[in-house]
């Protein structure tokens, strides 16, 4: 009975020793991330910080079972230095990879605003990419690997030892094996009690709402935590709110738009632009130094969207929203989910249904987050990639080609195609690590976030090739759309809110059209840019799309996304913050721009009615994404209600 409660102690050391290294990695997370939560609530910021130990516990004592159960086995062999070490071997190593996750996320977090799950790990096992950049990963986040390091030495360094000490307590045979069979039951059973909650269902992603408001949910949470809960996670939301017909009532995707006119045989030309932030353009932020003098003249001769925002924070996400207008509304993103075998229309194929010529240009390795498999699946005839670029010494040595010579191969190949054509143009070089080529090292402006000159460059890019396209027979008949796939670290605190790192710019221009000029204040989202750009071209077919054109008359627009386990939708005024389950906060973004103000008791009527158009969109969603009815325009109902 000694030895066993000497072993019990030195369990007991152990866990509250690695609960104690997680509460820390957890203090570190914070300070690299420390705009995304400050200005906000101390009071929330601690309690994450407490209530975070008991998910940490989840993860210490399910993914350490074996080395739990362990220390019960009967025996005296138990206190043998063999024994004793393969137990700390088994701690350090185990630790490690927990540890691990959490400090890929210090930084990771910074691109996805959340903390990564399952998706990641597909990600990089699926990325012939993660190889080849690991070096520069481990030296261009040194910070990271050096603090891995420190943490995996003080693991083993100060890994609590057994220290046995008599205890006078004498109880022999059958009695004692009882006695230790009792205990072992009574800690294990508390133990599984405090993992699994007392609740009648476990802890899940979605319990954090009971702990944190969503802008504290990743400082509550840590990384194997999500990883474990989004290994067998449904890959779609279980909303059933409403009788079908009156869901599509209040919303329907079914769209279509009966303009005036013939169809107009436009060439279109998306071009997609990686990290590229409102907060970086300076004509849309005249009181900042911008780095983008280029499409800020271009601006000046566009119709603008000053409150246009993503609809994630993924770049395999923008492409479904962009070009096929279907939102992320669940974790996992379209591309990888089960559902990609989905019949899925977009932009390129219903006007490819119009004698279109279709393709799509990426600068970066083939097969890069699956956007040539997603190409394929919605009807783009032609992709171009690094492989289909002829010269290799313009390469980065990361990711791909450099922007500058891309956007030229880009215009070449563009007057080879048979018009009218649709073409889709996805940038690379404001990609980490931001590569730029050297002779322009110090061309442009330096800032302490390093994506700012990379921008500049691609931005510099962009002049060459709007110069090139300008000579070219094909440039006065065509439309351009710039968009970014998603936004990137932050400057100002107000584009560090639930709504402020979504914010972007969205450009239409069309050099043979005086009318799409000026800055337009209405909300829009990505998933607006395919209806947008066929009620443009007075395309006369109707088709599915979870946006709504920019030039409509609907009396409402909205902004709608998933992030951090919560739905959130906008209108010019409000954001409502729902759990799947009911709303929990409501701002006045217009006013309250850090979003510091929940209201949603004193504004009852507002977040009933963004809470019924928001579950009515889940509901459609849900039933399209399950039935495989995302091109059926049937519909239930061809009306939206307005409300």
């Known amino acids: ?49 407490l209530f975070g130990i008991r998910f940490d516990f989840i993860v210490v004592f399910y993914l350490n079972l074996p080395f739990v159960v362990l220390h019960f086995i009967p025996g005296n ?86 220290h046995l000490r008599d205890w006078n307590i004498k109880i022999q045979g059958v009695y004692n094996i009882i006695l230790q069979s009792v205990i072992t039951i009574l800690i294990l059973g508390i133990f599984i009690g405090f993992a699994r909650g007392l609740e009648t269902k476990p802890i899940r992603i979605n319990t954090a709402h009971k702990y944190a408001t969503p802008k504290y949910i990743p400082l509550l949470f840590n990384t194997p935590f999500v990883i474990i809960n989004t290994i067998s996670q449904k890959e779609i939301i279980n909303a059933d709110y409403f009788d079908q017909e009156y869901a599509e009532s209040i919303y329907s995707p079914v769209r279509y738009y009966s303009n005036d006119g013939s169809f107009k045989e436009q060439n279109v030309i998306i071009i997609i632009l990686e990290s590229f932030s409102k907060e970086y353009i300076g004509a849309l932020n005249p009181k900042q130094k ?29 492409l479904p929203a962009i070009i096929s207008s279907l939102p992320p509304l669940d974790r996992r993103t379209f591309i990888t989910s089960v559902y990609s075998t989905n019949k899925l229309e977009s932009v390129s194929s219903l006007l490819k249904n119009k004698g279109y010529h279709t393709s799509f240009f990426h600068g970066g390795q083939n097969g890069t987050m699956g956007f040539d498999y997603y190409c394929k699946s919605v009807g783009i005839e032609e992709y171009y990639g690094e492989n289909e670029y002829p010269f290799k010494g313009h390469h ?7 922007d500058e010579h891309f956007f030229q191969f880009f215009a070449s190949k563009l007057s ?21 080529p050297k002779q322009y090292e110090n061309k442009f402006p330096q800032s302490k976030l390093k994506i700012l000159t990379s921008v500049a460059y691609t931005d510099y890019s962009l002049r060459r090739f709007f110069n090139t396209a300008s000579g070219l027979e094909w440039y006065k008949n065509t439309l351009f759309v710039i968009c970014p796939d998603h936004t990137s670290t932050a400057i100002e605190n107000k584009y560090s809110t639930q709504i402020g790192r979504y914010k972007i710019p969205v450009i239409y221009y069309h050099p043979g059209d005086t009318a799409l000029r000026g800055v337009n204040h209405n909300i829009t989202q990505q998933i607006d840019i395919l209806p947008t750009i066929l009620d443009y071209l007075n395309f006369d077919k109707r088709f599915i799309s979870f946006g709504s054109s920019v030039f409509s008359d609907e009396s409402q627009k909205f902004w709608f996304c998933h992030n951090r386990g919560s739905y959130f939708i906008a209108d010019s005024v409000y954001l409502l913050t729902f759990d799947g389950f009911k709303s929990i906060e409501l701002f006045d973004h217009k006013r309250d721009s850090l ?34 009815l995302l091109t059926d325009t049937t519909g239930i109902s061809m009306a939206v209600k307005e409300e």
Not at 95 to 116: C, G, P
Not at 123 to 146: D, N
Not at 292 to 304: A, C, E, K, Q
Not at 396 to 402: K, N, V
């Open 1 to 49: 009975m000694n030895q066993y409660l000497n072993h019990l102690i030195a369990l007991f050391k152990r866990l509250i020793f690695l609960l104690l290294i997680f509460s820390l990695l957890r203090l570190y997370f914070f300070i690299f991330n420390y705009n995304s939560f400050v200005p906000g609530s101390f009071s929330g910021i601690i309690k994450a910080f």
């Open 77 to 162: 062999f138990k206190a043998s230095f063999t024994y004793q070490r393969i137990l700390q071997y088994m701690f350090v190593i185990i630790s490690a990879f927990l540890l691990m996750a959490n400090f890929i996320d210090v930084e990771y977090f910074q691109f996805t605003d959340r903390r990564s799950g399952t998706e990641l790990i597909k990600l990089l096992a699926g990325s012939s990419e993660t190889i080849s950049l690991l070096p520069h990963y481990i030296s261009g986040y040194w910070h990271i690997t050096v603090s891995f390091i420190i943490s995996v030495w003080i693991l083993w360094q100060f890994y609590p030892k057994l």
């Open 290 to 318: 911008g780095f983008t003098p280029f499409l800020d003249s271009l601006i000046s001769n566009s119709l603008v969207f000053n409150n246009a925002l993503a609809n994630s924070n993924r770049s395999m996400d923008a």
């Open 396 to 402: 980065d040595g990361r990711w791909g080609i450099y």
């Open 416 to 436: 080879e195609f048979r018009q009218p054509f649709i073409s889709i143009l996805f940038s690379l070089s404001s990609h980490d690590p931001y590569p730029i």
């Open 595 to 628: 979003l510091q103000s929940n209201i949603i008791n004193n504004k009852p009527e507002a977040s009933k009615f963004l809470e019924k158009k928001l579950k009515a969109i889940l509901q459609n969603y849900q039933y399209r994404m399950e039935r495989n």
